[in-house]
């Protein structure tokens, strides 16, 4: 029991950590993606959180193999969340500022929720209602007279940009999740990056056909080897991890500090204003994902899950390898 709870605090530092490493990305990414193209840059992140992840791999892979379904279900999370979404992120960052890109990867888990519902996966109660109705209030508020302004009419295009990049994820974290508790989130995490690297290895040099001859600064090569390490392989790895102790629910909620962490450092780094409009919409985006992640009250008529059951809704505990 005392192990348990150890690895419950653990879990809790781990997401948190994620979602920061996930808000200092957004300024890493906004701060060199202007030396090169979306493509290329999410194409060198992967390449070297693959790389990272490559030991990890070998060590985490089952020793009686993986199902041929198994892997091409691996290699659909690995382009869905490592091919498309980091395109897509990087994208949308070459458009809009990092504080606003911050703010659209906030509604992540709103949109996992509406995803959810659509599919059949949860139901869509008054609360959850409620919460996506203060996300998108947020939005609203912080995209729409600043993106429309005659000035800055790209804006716009960055803010869909992100909103799909976080569309990716809520259909990852929905679709994939099954099998990250079949086989493992550290294993599936490892080798869907790899997947994902290969994915985007002919995309980028279509696009960028010196993409094999970077020609970053100094201090945009940091910005790389960051957003592949701390801001790729171990932030993923982290949050996956927590994934496994943790209710996905309250794993999300760590997605609260990503903005926080994300509007300082535009700030500090990037010379980015926060305006007051934007601290509304941040209020309102992060309220509506804290009204999603609360607990419902409990009904005294209804018996509780078992401890198992609950910790495990699939039945796939006896199955999922160690990691």
Do not use: H
Request: aromatic residues 10%.
């Amino acid at each position: 029991m005392e192990a348990d709870r150890r690895r419950v605090i653990l879990a809790n530092v781990a997401a948190a950590v994620a979602a920061l490493s996930a808000g200092v990305s957004v300024v890493a990414t906004r701060y060199v993606v202007g030396d090169t193209d979306p493509v290329s840059l999410a194409f060198y992140r992967y390449a070297v959180a693959g790389l990272c992840m490559l030991p990890l791999l070998a060590v985490l892979w089952p020793k009686d193999g993986v199902a041929r379904i198994e892997v091409g279900k691996i290699a659909l999370c690995g382009a869905v969340f490592y091919a498309f979404f980091p395109w897509s992120f990087s994208a949308a960052l070459d458009f809009t500022t990092g504080a606003r890109g911050a703010i659209g990867l906030a509604t992540i888990p709103i949109q996992t929720l509406i995803v959810a519902a659509i599919f059949g996966k949860e139901l869509l109660s008054l609360r959850a209602i409620l919460s996506v109705l203060l996300a998108f209030c947020g939005i609203a508020s912080v995209f729409g007279p600043e993106a429309l302004a005659a000035d800055r009419p790209d804006l716009l295009k960055g803010d869909a940009l992100m909103l799909l990049a976080g569309f990716s994820a809520a259909l990852y974290s929905v679709f994939g999740r099954p099998t990250l508790m079949r086989n493992g989130p550290l294993f599936v995490t490892a080798l869907a990056m790899v997947f994902g690297c290969l994915f985007l290895m002919p995309v980028a040099w279509s696009v960028n056909p010196d993409v094999f001859q970077p020609d970053f600064t100094v201090e945009g090569w940091v910005a790389v080897i960051f957003l592949g390490t701390l801001g790729g392989a171990i932030q993923f790895s982290l949050f996956t991890w927590a994934l496994r102790w943790l209710p996905p629910s309250r794993t999300v909620i760590y997605l609260c500090l990503n903005p926080i962490s994300a509007m300082a450092l535009s700030a500090a780094v990037l010379g980015e204003s926060v305006t007051t409009i934007l601290l509304v919409g941040l209020v309102l985006v992060l309220s509506g994902v804290l009204v999603a992640n609360l607990k419902p009250r409990a009904n005294p008529d209804s018996k509780p899950p078992a401890a198992d059951e609950a910790a495990d809704p699939e039945g796939r505990a006896a199955r999922r390898p160690a990691g």
